[in-house]
């Protein structure tokens, strides 16, 4: 099928939040933001930008009518700073303007006298002061210390990965606009657009009912937009309603980049404890996150590290543990994997420390130490439907890794200035909110009585491909032509309470929410046919927007039927709510059961180094991935091919960069590179795993969003191996990204 | 007022000559369907094609709408994604479909602009040059895979159906329903067009503006501007004895094509993918590159190695300064106020010199180095006779390596020169530590460039024992 947005795409049709014609009389917004990362405000003077021509309003702390608190899970964070500031970037003042030029000169004469404070940047700095976001969170099972004493191997380290700037092309912003009885639409690029109305609510005193978000799609999400699409909404409605005008707030790429935050980066240490026959027995790690000035999704986020401390692997005793550390960087977010990349490049890491100590490749631990069916993990769910060994199995046979580590070798031996390395990574995701309220959505189907059909849910549209999925669903399900359904826009009028678009269960919740309310209309229609052609339900069915009495085609049409269905008061619409069953996890124990399924699959990386100049390339990368019967599979494909590629740009690319007194350096697209069409690999193979039905799915399929990125840790350890190739003692420490730095300087140590 | 087409409509504006197009099209004209990713020129999102008459021919161009000033549109035609829709979608746009290659969708516009230009241009129609065409192109979503079945599919298509032949593109291109059919107007209607020239003015000279309008598109806005891209003498490349010939306008992407230039460097095409992304080049000069004055300008790296000069101009009196002379300091040169360049002379080797670029920066395209390099060596039997190696990224201003080339004067090339050579060159430069690289990497990495400078040029006698 397909993807009905892409042809709008193409003619450069579809709409993003920028690209809605403006009412007359529209203003537009910008936004100062502190110059330090950690001090208090002693001074704002707003007289000289309030001077020029064309700016109306410039807005403070002092007037916002509720409570200046945004924070979600933990309320730690303003809407503007009123005394104190902790990061550089921290909204301060809106200025309010005719046009957005104007808005941002005005920005520019607001002078903002400070007193300073020193500014911490580094987690294990935070945490050393005690500055944690929350107390720290231990999983553990077994007993690791009575475990070293039965290890052959032992090996310890530490790691360091990177932040990531999510970069979605389209860039944050909102529009904003007043309706009659004081209250607001919000047309926001959020993929919580609940969240957006819940927290404009609170910070503008207005109950829920009156403020109306609406989000049509996203130029890209990732995670970026998921708590941090909501302060600019918010910004623009508390604009519209002080100066009575629609508003609004688009921000420039670099104000983007200074003032959201991004991948947290982490600071861990590891011990693993191996038996001579390379299983593992024993596995601790110390994780400490660096969230930013405030709490935003961090402390969901490390719970997320915890559930994947140990990958695709059964490890009989495991303790980990996580701390989630306040630094003066901007709030650090949500981004695909959500700290489950984190985690895995860790115990990945210590099992490459204990191949090179035990003088074994690594990818012969990672395979001897697979889950199966029966593994308990460390937080107590039990695996079940495993296949994370069928992956690698189909993945080694398929795309024939002997013959790939042989080529490698003889490139190796033949040429000494490039050399070649092979690796292979496993990824076992679990699938849910781990927060188990988040894991409900709802729907809204409506069936116009000329037989078209409209679905809400509380799925945002982002490039991932959910309406497609949708209306998969919804055409299966009423047995209509896919062509007469149609996605509307999110909004929290027709559907209410949603969770955001997150954690790769979009399609997956408002999916089943879909099918559900689908479900009801077309047992109405059932009944209401069966009774006009005298015929029993069970012989009724819809197929291709035709009605089949007993398999056999009937003069009604689906059109026919749905208009007498109307004439005859039939109800044709439906409102459903999905809640998966099952979940549960109990945090006074770190026990449970958290996850409605898993995610598997594999990937073999092969990166060429070129060893003068510390450049690679990956050559080629191949996967077998698991995701159940697919719904829509082009659209998986781009799903695993895209998070591949961002997952190799954070471990070899994205470097985010901030000066000891927080000040982002790579703040533009000339600092900040990211993947572009030459850096991708060269060649992706995708494999679907066959006969992979996942029979609790939605129509047997899987999630697949967040899975996939991983498999660019694969790409660090493939050059990792390149470099060993080219220096076999050089000391290559756990740091992601690398870059042409780190490798040249790695390579030619002084 | 100005006069320009956008698309098939006739514009006059009396805006600031200064607006970039991107805020022409999307406020003024109402086109959204050209994007805001950037604004300076790193991701594409924002591409339109510019067409102009040259030798009585309409040639089209991908260029970035952010960094180009309305004041270089007159009398040309732009267009823009909505320009290019027919009733049916071309066979580029159900590529796009058919293969997934677009999911969110806000780059899609740029990326279809751009190989809307590979199809009007290039002579070869093969996935390499549909690549280079997209390069300037930024996808976060797709991992580009299914943009690259997408040219597949593209190329397949096109092979089947079109005949493409270089000399009349738009017309094939206009009767295959792959452009709609007012393209064939334009070129009658450009020559209809009246527009004023604009009076000498003493405003700031602007030629490409692709580094002016990533630094300073705001300040622009409220200064009076000298657009100094249109004037044809100013952008010729000619032989003029032992020199080849450069005008002041004269873009990259011209001096690429030119015979001449490229009798010089041969393998300037494999140099010009590492510089910038196509639709920069087509609209970046190398005297811009030259003013402008970075200590990493890629061009200049290329021109120092040439032993390049300029001959500037101050009203009708003119001089000539050495390429190297011409930097004094950071971003300070041998220019007087109101003096300009008027071309750039870069002499005409003997056969048979060696010459070699390097560059690596973060990522390896469209990105600024962290250190670039330039060779040129003259040899006879293995002795050098004349080595010019110049530096970017290791000063204050883009650097010959003079104590480097003095050394290698007549010397027999062998490893043990080599490694002299790079331990001159690491004591000879001055490199700081920002956000391209530490100062101890910058000089590794140049160290490694003087061993792939001999080892690229003089592999049987520099093999890799070096390095070991």
Known sequence: MKNKDTNLHVRGESCFVDDFPCPAGVLHAAVKSSAIAHGTIKRIQIQNAEKLPGVKRILCAPDIPGENQIGSIIQDEQLLADHEVHFIGQPIAIVVAETAEIAREA???????????????????????????????????????????????????????GGQEHLYLETQGAFASLKEDGGLQLISSTQGPTAVQRIAARVLDLPMHKIEVDVLRLGGGFGGKEDQATPWAVMAGLAAICVRRPVKLILRRHEDMIMTGKRHPYSSDFKI???????????????????????????AILERTLFHASNSYYIPNVKATALSCRTNLPPNTAFRGFGGPQAMFVIESAIVAAAE??????SSIQEKNLLKDGDELPYGQIMAACRIKPCWQHNTERFNWHEKQRDVQEFNQKNKLVKKGFACMPVTFGISFTNTSLNQAGALVHVYNDGSVSVSTGAVEMGQGVNAKLRTVAARTLGVNPESVRIDSTNTGRVANTSPTAASSGADLNGHATRIACEQIRQRLIEFAAATLKTESENITFENSRILVSGRENDLTWNSLVDSAYWARVSLSAQAHYATPKIHFDKSKEKGHPF????????????????????????????????????????DLGQVEGALVQGIGWMAMEDVVFSENGQLLANTLSTYKIPDIYFAPEKIQTHFLENAAHPAGLFHSKAIGEPPFMYGIGAWLAIRNAMKAFRPQAEIPFTAPFTPERVLMALYPK | MLTFYLNQNKIATSLHHGTVLLDFVRRESRLPGTKEGCREGDCGACTVLLGEIADEEIKYRAVNSCLLPIGSLAGKHVVTIEGLNLRENTLLQNAFVDEHASQCGFCTPGFILSLTDFLLNNPTLNFEEAILAVAGN??????YESIKRAIKLLLTEVESRIELSLDKRVPELVRTGQLPEYFNTIPQKLARLEFDVEPENPGKIVAGGTDLFVQQADKLLKQPLQFIDDGQQSREIYREN????????????????????????????????????KPIRERATLAGNIVNASPIADFVILLLALEAKLILQIGSASRTVDLHNFYLGYKKLDLQEDEHIHNISIPIPNPGFKFNFEKVSRRTHLDIASVNTAAFFAVEENKITDARISAGGVAPIPLLLKNTNAFLQDKIIDPAIVESAMKIAAEEISPISDVRGSAEYKRRLLQQFIFAHFHTQFPELIGAEVLA
């Open chain 1, 107 to 161: 920005v520019e004469l607001i002078s903002i006298a400070y007193k300073e404070k020193p500014a911490v940047v580094d987690a294990r700095i935070a945490a050393k002061n005690g500055q944690l976001i929350a107390p720290p969170r231990t999983f553990s099972c077994g007993d690791t210390d009575l475990a070293w004493a039965q290890c052959e191997t032992i090996s310890s380290g530490s790691t360091e990965t």
């Open chain 1, 273 to 299: 404890g191996l038996t001579q026959d390379g299983k593992i027995l024993a596995y601790e790690a110390t994780y400490y996150q660096n969230a930013g000035a405030a709490a935003d999704l961090s402390t």
């Open chain 1, 357 to 362: 100590k035990m003088g074994v490749d690594a």
């Open chain 1, 596 to 635: 409605a399924y898993y995610s598997f699959g594999t990937a073999a990386v092969i990166a060429r180094l070129d060893c003068i100049r510390g450049t690679f390339i990956i050559e080629s990368v191949d996967i077998v991935h698991d995701l159940g019967t697919s719904l829509a599979p082009k659209v």
């Open chain 2, 138 to 143: 930024i996808c976060r979503c797709t991992g």
């Open chain 2, 242 to 277: 032992d020199q080849c010939i450069v005008g002041a306008s004269a873009t990259m992407e011209e001096v690429r094509k030119t015979p001449v230039f490229r009798e010089i460097l041969p393998e300037i095409d494999t140099y010009s993918k590492l510089i910038a992304s």
